[in-house]
């Protein structure tokens, strides 16, 4: 079964800092990546793709991929009390596989 | 205005009940997904359709069933074989990869929370 392991627990960070957060995932043969964000309650919204070696930016969000070391991380600048929420990392072709998710607190 | 749209947002089933729960898009995507979320876990998949009137099962398909007589509609019915079936269920549909350069991506309707009475 494919697996994505997001393995980090909740992630406290200050208002306007930088969060950090990383996934791994065991099948190779992967071509797609998404995070998406889901507040408590409420379904997930994506919020970055990317299917290409190196980073893709998009406001204060920027995606990390790494195909040979079979990561893909997500860095949140500037974090903002809104964006305190459940972060879910996902990874296959079509047929997505999720990780558990990472908590993330920012604390004003 | 496009979207994802699943009802009803709560369901409460009695033990030994059949439940369906309705999920429509109107995104013209051709492929169409049911998840479960049981607290504090990631998206488990049940089952996925890529073009109607055809559907794989996905990692937990035991005790559900679904139909996909139209390219718009996929619903999910709950039957009395899912011992377990309190959980935020979760309807969602994309492109397929590779055919119009958004690879697939997923989006979600707003869920259905299913408790057993």
């Known amino acids: 079964q494919k697996e994505v392991e997001q393995n980090s627990g909740p992630l406290s960070v200050p208002e306007g800092a930088i969060a950090s957060l990383n996934c791994t995932y065991s099948d190779r043969g992967s071509q797609s990546f998404f995070w998406y964000r889901q507040y408590s309650g409420k379904s997930p919204e994506l919020i970055m793709s990317i299917y290409s070696n190196g980073d893709k930016e998009d406001g204060r969000f920027t995606a990390q991929l790494n195909k040979a070391s079979q990561y893909v991380s997500l860095l949140i600048r500037d974090s903002q009390p809104s964006d305190s929420a459940t972060y879910l990392c996902a990874v296959g072709n079509n047929r997505l596989a999720f990780g558990k998710g990472n908590q993330v607190v920012v604390i004003p | 205005d496009g979207g994802i749209t699943q009802s009803p947002k709560y369901l409460f089933r009695k033990e030994g009940q059949n439940v369906t729960l309705s999920c429509e898009q109107n995104?013209?995507?051709?492929?169409m997904y049911w998840y479960r979320q049981d607290p504090g876990q990631g998206l488990r998949l049940i089952y996925y359709s890529q073009i109607v009137n055809d559907f794989q099962k996905g990692d937990i398909a035991e005790g559900y069933s679904v139909s996909r007589e139209k390219k718009e509609s996929f619903p999910l019915t709950v039957t009395s074989a899912q011992k377990n079936p309190t959980a935020f269920y979760l309807c969602a549909s994309s492109t397929l990869a590779g055919t119009s350069g958004a690879e697939g991506t997923q989006y979600f309707g707003p869920g259905t929370r299913l408790t057993v009475l």
């Open positions: 995104l013209n995507h051709d492929a």
